[in-house]
């Protein structure tokens, strides 16, 4: 009987055959566990010698090393899913960009990150951190930026599921692709997984056509698995439009945190503009006067600014000839041509979400 036979077989028959190519008997409950495990140690063995081991060789070395075994197997395929997902690191440095006055950096800091750093105080006094969070706010507020930061401050693994993952196979296949990519996360030990647009994956149900509510389902299925894992996996999802996500994840037991990441405060956008400032070849500046006129915009439009300064000292200094240093002028007359994302309208919604939605 072949291995791909014996995959159905009951386990009589498998402890039998561990027994004839091994001498070792187990029982039959037994026996339908190791086999799987002694067929992946010979897939191993095959990709680390490059050839085909023989079944007798690889399940002799299994039943000899199996704690080791099966801990290389997990190590080896952990690289293979990092791969595959294209994981990535970030500095640690990239948490310091953010202002320490911004309050989801506090939460996050004494909620998330001190209880995965400080493990042992954690579990000293039963403190589980959060291993699901909701960030949501208007579009370019630094949802984006904040997660990518927390992958660097806790040494983890980022990894973005993009929708283009999703859709592979065409949108028929998204949820089956969402279970997938799920179930690889799960096998991995530190990472952030982040989930942008999520509103776009799990909508409201209540108004969504069938192919929309199949995949909010299945995220509903997903999330108390990945919580029930005991690995270090953060899984965390952004939205500009928390009106739009189905009711079931937004109450408590799915999602551990939902926090507002909103429009930054006076000494939040002083700190950005210092950050970008420190990069330019800059004379005179008025600090203060840029940070009352950028009053309605967010990191994202700031970041846009700045290039957008950048590029014209760059193409005065070309046509002169002469050392140009970017002055608070200069700014405010790339900002007359600038047109801010917020608007009164806009940061009132934000206002009501946070008190219809937030939760920490």
């Not at 004494?110 to 951190?129: C, M, Y």
């Not at 990945?226 to 109450?251: G, H």
């Amino acid at each position: 009987m072949n291995e791909n036979a014996l995959e159905s077989a009951s386990p009589e028959i498998l402890a039998s055959k561990i027994f004839e190519i091994s001498g070792a008997r187990f029982d039959p409950d037994i026996a339908a566990e190791l086999w799987p495990k002694i067929l992946k140690h010979k897939w191993l063995l095959s990709e680390k010698l490059g050839r085909d081991v023989g079944l007798r060789t690889a399940c002799v070395d299994f039943l000899e090393n199996m704690e080791q075994a099966l801990d290389e197997y997990m190590a080896y395929k952990r690289t293979d899913i990092l791969g595959e997902l294209g994981a990535l690191t970030f500095d640690r440095e990239l948490w310091d960009t953010i202002s320490d006055s911004q309050p989801p950096k506090q939460l996050v800091q004494r909620k998330i990150i001190l209880p995965l750093t400080e493990d042992s105080l954690a579990k000293k006094h039963g403190v589980t951190p959060p291993k699901t969070i909701i960030f949501f706010g208007p579009p370019g507020t630094g949802k984006t930026h904040f997660v990518k930061a927390i992958a660097g401050i806790l040494s983890w693994w980022y990894i973005e599921i993009v929708p283009s993952m999703l859709m592979v196979d065409g949108m028929e296949k998204m949820g089956a692709n969402l279970r997938t990519i799920m179930e690889k996360t799960r096998n991995l030990d530190q990472a952030v997984i982040f989930i942008d647009e999520f509103e776009e994956i799990a909508a409201s149900r209540d108004s969504g056509s069938r192919l929309d509510k199949s995949i909010t389902n299945e995220f509903l299925k997903q999330v108390p698995l990945l919580k029930s894992q005991d690995n270090k996996i953060l899984l965390v999802c952004a939205t500009n439009y928390i009106r739009q996500l189905d009711a079931a994840l937004l109450r408590p037991g799915r999602f551990d945190c939902i926090i507002p990441v909103g429009v930054p405060t006076n000494e939040e956008r002083k700190t950005i503009l210092e950050n970008y400032l420190s990069r330019l070849n800059t004379g005179a500046i008025e600090i203060d006067r840029l940070v009352a006129m950028t009053g309605k915009s967010t990191p994202a439009d700031i970041e846009y600014l700045f290039q957008k300064v950048a590029q014209f000292a760059f193409e005065q200094e070309l046509e002169t000839g002469r050392d140009y240093r970017v002055t608070t002028e200069t700014i405010l007359r790339i900002m007359s041509d600038f047109r801010p994302s917020l608007t009164d309208e806009i940061i009132r919604e934000f206002e009501n979400d946070i008190l219809t939605y937030s939760r920490s």
